[in-house]
């Protein structure tokens, strides 16, 4: 039917028609001139109405697809908050759409995220994806690494233009490192704080500082305390630090270690734990000193007891180590295989092997044992094998072997316990060594006793004398010294003159004039070169001390400068030289280094030792036990060298 009015119509959204009013031809048809569907990728209507007619009207649908991928769209932004290396919580969505903001199924196309703000130094991981079949791009396992901090995300694929995510906050990852933060090496008195409490810090991978995390600081070594407690949080600087780290008392290094659950490898901090000390004495193979607090240390030869450290076996410490019980002590001597030492009040202490005065039946000692009788000293002196104290009013007691006469008693029967020396006289002074004895009257004349094998005594002869006997010539002494040397002996008198006497093969007297033999009393075949009377150390040096040491002597003068003579093997002349012959030296040779020394030990075997005037002390000579205290180790089956120079012992300030 022709002729009847058609109307065409779209919805809003349903695209545009040209020519929506139409009327039919003589076939019946009317159309409009054309239909665009809409912006929107769907099915798009148009409708047909005629009036009056029956099925109007009738309902046209196009769809419409998306056209080409133009554009990116975030449809899903990461997350607006992240840790540092940890994957987002969100993952992002990119979408493809085409020019009017169709979704665009596409797949193969590669989108990535880069960073577009934030801090320097980051970086991205995942970072890349493709879309599927959809025209999604999903990532999985994007982070970020970085400093913390406000950050922004670009994503972008060929031929599209970027689109950038929202703000960013990116915090703290993980625990990944702990580093120190104070230093690792320290040094500080024993039994006192160090200087910089052990303090560490918790970090992400990227460097930020971690705060939550529990870090355990464990004590290593060296007996010490830490305040105060072992597990500290780190705070929001990442930090846990010690209030404070107190050294154990021993000499020495101390360690702890500060950790965290789930990192591998910790912090060791070190610190050196100092002692000073104020006298020293050497013996055969050992040597103590004192500190200022009156606590003894003992190191070299472990036999019998000798280092005071509760224990019998053999061995060797290689540095200062105290000597067990707790006591103050105000002097101490060594002897060959024993120590002595006085209390403020004067009661002596022993340790180690015979000479002890502990009382029949204790042969040795492992701790200080006070020796028997409530005796009062105001001086002890050790021998070879004997001990002699001295009181207050000057009456000398000895104690220990007496094979010799040592003891002064006049005969030779050992005790082990102080018997006064017999002879009625007053000392100021006395001096045990080796096998002999002697003393100084307040008057200063000398006296000897005991071993007189190569003249030890000073009588002029080689008799063993079991009474205080006078030393030859008249000198009148101040000081008479027997140290560790078996074989001679030597004294300072009041003017400063220094005199030694015995045997004198290696020069050990002092003087280059001939001295004479003697001859061997156990054995007449054999003659040696010795004086059984002082004679005059050469040189014109005025010595403070003297200390005779194995077959050589060493002195300090009034101006605190070491002086040395005799055999200088060992290098116990402390010249640096390290042999026999041609290394002896007389009349006295000077200690290398230049230091000036205020105390010096009391003789020790083929080494010595001695404190400067600044308060440190040095030791050199033979170290074939340690007893130099310098730490010095070898391999199994040798020694540790011998240190021809004075060598300062360790863990000092």
């Known amino acids: 039917?022709?002729?009847?009015?058609?109307?065409?119509?779209?919805?809003?959204?349903?695209?545009?028609?040209?020519?929506?009013?139409?009327?039919?031809?003589?076939?019946?048809?009317?159309?409009?001139?054309?239909?665009?569907?809409?912006?929107?990728?769907?099915?798009?209507?148009?409708?047909?109405?005629?009036?009056g007619f029956a099925g109007s009207p009738v309902t046209f649908t196009a769809t419409g697809v998306a056209g080409a991928a133009t554009m990116l769209l975030l449809t899903t932004p990461p997350s607006s908050s992240a840790r540092s290396s940890v994957a987002f919580a969100q993952q992002p969505v990119v979408q493809l759409q085409d020019a009017y903001g169709n979704a665009v199924s596409q797949s193969g196309i590669v989108v990535t995220a880069t960073i577009a703000s934030?801090?320097?130094?980051?970086?991205?991981?995942?970072?890349?994806?493709?879309?599927?079949?959809?025209?999604?791009?999903?990532?999985?396992?994007?982070?970020?690494?970085?400093?913390?901090?406000?950050?922004?995300?670009?994503f972008a694929a060929t031929g599209f233009v970027p689109i950038t995510s929202g703000s960013i906050v990116l915090e703290a990852g993980p625990a990944a490192t702990i580093v120190a933060s104070t230093s690792t090496s320290q040094s500080a008195p024993i039994r006192?704080?160090?200087?910089?409490?052990?303090?560490?810090?918790?970090?992400?991978?990227?460097?930020?500082?971690?705060?939550?995390?529990?870090?355990?600081?464990?004590?290593?070594?060296?007996?010490?305390?830490?305040?105060?407690?072992?597990?500290?949080?780190?705070?929001?600087?990442?930090?846990a630090a010690l209030v404070s780290w107190t050294l154990g008392g021993t000499p020495g290094p101390n360690a702890l270690t500060a950790g965290a659950s789930g990192l591998t490898g910790q912090v060791t901090f070190t610190a050196i734990g100092t002692e000073s000390y104020v006298a020293v004495s050497a013996g055969i193979y050992h040597t103590c000193a004192l500190s200022s607090n009156g606590t003894?240390?003992?190191?070299?030869?472990?036999?019998?007891?000798?280092?005071?450290?509760?224990?019998?076996?053999?061995?060797?410490?290689l540095t200062p180590a105290p000597v067990v019980g707790?006591?103050?002590?105000?002097?101490?001597?060594?002897?060959?295989?024993?120590?002595?030492?006085l209390t403020k009040s004067g009661s002596a202490y022993?340790?180690?092997?015979?000479?002890?005065?502990?009382?029949?039946?204790?042969?040795?000692?492992?701790?200080?044992?006070?020796?028997?009788?409530?005796?009062?000293?105001?001086?002890?002196?050790?021998?070879?094998?004997?001990?002699?104290?001295?009181t207050a009013g000057g009456t000398a007691y000895c104690w220990g072997a007496n094979q010799h006469g040592q003891l002064g008693t006049g005969d030779t029967a050992s005790t082990t316990t102080p018997v006064p020396v017999s002879g009625g006289l007053t000392f100021s002074r006395i001096s045990a060594g080796g096998a002999t004895t002697?003393?100084?009257?307040?008057?200063?004349?000398?006296?000897?006793?005991?071993?007189?094998?190569?003249?030890?005594?000073?009588?002029?002869?080689?008799v063993d004398r079991l009474l205080p006997t006078p030393v030859a010539g008249g000198l009148v002494f101040r000081s008479i010294a027997r140290g560790s040397a078996e074989y001679h002996t030597c004294g300072v008198t009041t003017t400063g003159s220094t005199y030694c006497w015995g045997l004198a093969n290696y020069g050990q007297l002092g003087t280059a004039a001939t001295v004479g033999s003697c001859v061997?009393?156990?054995?007449?075949?054999?003659?040696?070169?010795?004086?059984?009377?002082?004679?005059?150390?050469?040189?014109?040096?005025?010595?403070?001390?003297?200390?005779?040491?194995?077959?050589?002597?060493?002195?300090?003068?009034?101006?605190?400068?070491?002086y040395c003579w005799g055999s200088g093997s060992y290098g116990v002349l402390g010249n640096g030289i390290n042999n026999a012959p041609p290394s002896d030296s007389f009349p006295p040779g000077p200690v290398s280094r230049g230091l000036l020394f205020q105390r010096l030990a009391s003789g020790g075997n083929w080494f010595n030792c001695a404190l400067s005037d600044a308060g440190a002390l040095y030791c050199w000579g033979d170290d074939t036990y340690s007893q130099l205290g310098d730490g010095a180790t070898a391999p199994p089956g040798y020694a540790p060298p011998s240190k021809a120079v004075p060598t300062r012992v360790l863990y000092q300030p």
Not at 27 to 38: K, P
Not at 201 to 223: I, K
Request: glycine letters at 18%; charged letters at 5%.
């Open 1 to 51: 039917m022709s002729g009847v009015a058609v109307t065409f119509g779209v919805t809003p959204g349903n695209g545009t028609i040209r020519g929506g009013s139409a009327t039919t031809d003589a076939n019946g048809i009317a159309g409009v001139g054309s239909w665009t569907l809409g912006t929107t990728a769907k099915v798009d209507t148009l409708k047909a109405a005629a009036t």
């Open 118 to 154: 934030g801090q320097s130094g980051a970086t991205i991981a995942g970072g890349a994806t493709t879309t599927g079949a959809n025209g999604s791009a999903i990532f999985s396992g994007l982070t970020l690494n970085g400093q913390v901090g406000s950050y922004t995300l670009t």
């Open 192 to 239: 006192t704080a160090v200087g910089s409490p052990p303090s560490v810090t918790v970090r992400d991978a990227a460097g930020n500082a971690v705060a939550g995390v529990t870090v355990t600081f464990a004590l290593v070594s060296g007996d010490g305390t830490v305040s105060p407690i072992t597990s500290i949080t780190t705070s929001a600087d990442g930090n």
């Open 296 to 317: 003894a240390y003992c190191w070299g030869k472990q036999a019998g007891g000798t280092l005071g450290n509760g224990s019998s076996d053999t061995g060797r410490a």
């Open 326 to 341: 707790g006591l103050s002590f105000d002097s101490l001597t060594l002897g060959g295989y024993h120590a002595c030492a």
């Open 350 to 390: 022993c340790w180690g092997e015979n000479g002890l005065g502990a009382g029949p039946g204790t042969q040795y000692a492992t701790v200080p044992t006070q020796v028997q009788g409530g005796y009062i000293f105001a001086a002890v002196t050790a021998g070879g094998d004997h001990t002699c104290g001295l």
């Open 438 to 462: 002697c003393g100084v009257t307040a008057s200063g004349t000398g006296y000897c006793w005991g071993w007189n094998r190569f003249g030890m005594v000073g009588d002029s002869s080689q």
């Open 520 to 562: 061997d009393p156990t054995n007449p075949s054999f003659s040696y070169s010795c004086s059984a009377v002082p004679v005059p150390v050469s040189g014109g040096l005025t010595f403070a001390v003297v200390s005779p040491v194995a077959e050589a002597t060493c002195g300090v003068t009034t101006s605190q400068a070491a």
